[in-house]
């Protein structure tokens, strides 16, 4: 890859990166010179970088008007997790029915360390989703399928993971429905291990859900003008699938 190649993957990775995390806002607008002059990259690395987000779905392209941050709904969220479940579902019973021992000793690492992460982190006297919980969270869920055996498949789940990420991370701060996800992702993987296909597809599914839901809830809260970080927020529990 050449320098300028280079330079465009740069761009195109922390454009990505601050869409998923939502540092921009849902449709909020991409503006080129700004996004230039902070990456430190040229016009055109930052056009094909919004190009690829838009193909990807996480940016619009409107004529005469530029870029902006794909918009959020609730309708399409249910329609995400639908889809995902359908997805991740063959992914798991692929995966169960092809797993050696060592797969299963990956994911029962990967829950080992999960289990061992704090969920939530306390500052500036409110509680937010662990950044290093998030991470090791992803694992888990990657581990869990790892051994599909269709690249196909797991790069559409990849996709359908990251499109809900951001949906999760921009209603962190408003949750407030308590649940046990040490408990949810101990039963998964137990479920997995067992090689009870009926059983693990259920799990995940109601697992999917649940996150959903209060996704949801936390869209309303927004749409409400509801501040995060209040007493109900302090209470709340992480959003995990």
């Excluded at 996480?58 to 902006?68: D, I, S, T």
């Excluded at 797969?103 to 662990?130: F, K, M, Q």
């Excluded at 809900?164 to 992702?185: A, G, M």
Aim: hydrophobic fraction near 40%.
């Amino acid at each position: 890859m050449n320098k300028q190649g280079s330079l465009t993957q740069l761009a195109y990775e922390r454009l990505r990166a601050d869409v998923l995390s939502c540092r921009f806002k849902p449709g909020e607008q991409l503006k080129t010179k700004d996004l230039c002059e902070g990456l430190g990259v040229s016009l055109g690395a930052v056009r094909e970088a919004l190009s690829r987000l838009t193909a990807e779905g996480l940016a619009v392209a409107e004529p005469q008007r530029g870029f902006r941050v794909a918009p959020v709904s609730v309708d399409e969220l249910r329609d995400l997790t639908s889809t995902r479940i359908h997805i991740e579902s063959i992914c798991l019973e692929r995966a169960i029915t092809r797993g050696d021992l060592g797969w299963e000793a990956d994911l029962l690492a990967a829950y080992h360390t999960l289990s061992r992460t704090p969920e939530r982190i306390h500052a500036d006297g409110t509680v937010r989703l662990n950044d290093g919980w998030a991470s090791v969270h992803t694992q888990f869920h990657q581990k869990l399928i790892a051994a599909c055996d269709s690249p196909w498949l797991l790069r559409i789940r990849l996709q359908l993971f990251q499109q809900t990420e951001r949906y999760r991370q921009l209603s962190v701060p408003f949750q407030t429905i308590d649940r046990d996800t040490n408990q949810e992702h101990c039963d998964l993987m137990n479920a997995a291990v067992a090689r009870n296909v009926p059983l693990a597809t259920q799990l995940l599914a109601q697992h999917m859900e649940i996150t959903m839901n209060i996704v949801i809830a936390g869209l309303a809260a927004i749409s409400a003008g509801a501040s995060p970080g209040g007493q109900e927020s302090k209470r709340s529990s992480t959003l995990a699938a």
